[in-house]
């Protein structure tokens, strides 16, 4: 992309994976809408992947402001939407 710095470049990378993200989302919901008498399946997930994910997107807003986040959460058990 021409005449374009790198904080441009990293602002459309945040772009670029929240669209991702977002798509995805959008996809496992409409999955999830179309489910009736399914079984269910749950997986161990690592919900500290998860927050990971979330505060990634959340950078651009908390930018340099020196925030420290520290969260330690357990394997949980939730619902596999993936597979169906």
Do not use: C, W
Not at 24 to 42: A, G, H, T
Not at 54 to 80: A, R, S, T, W, Y
Request: net charge negative; proline share 2%; charged share 30%.
């Amino acid at each position: 992309m021409p005449n374009l710095d790198n904080k441009a470049l990293e602002y459309l990378n945040y772009i670029k994976d929240g669209t991702q993200r977002m798509s995805n989302l959008i996809s496992q919901i409409l999955l999830y809408s179309r489910l009736e008498n399914v079984e269910e399946i749950y997986l161990k997930t690592d919900l500290n992947t998860l927050i990971q994910e979330i505060l990634k997107d959340l950078k651009m807003l908390i930018g340099d402001k020196n925030v420290k986040f520290e969260i330690n959460l357990p394997q949980e058990k939730i619902k596999d939407i993936a597979h169906y």
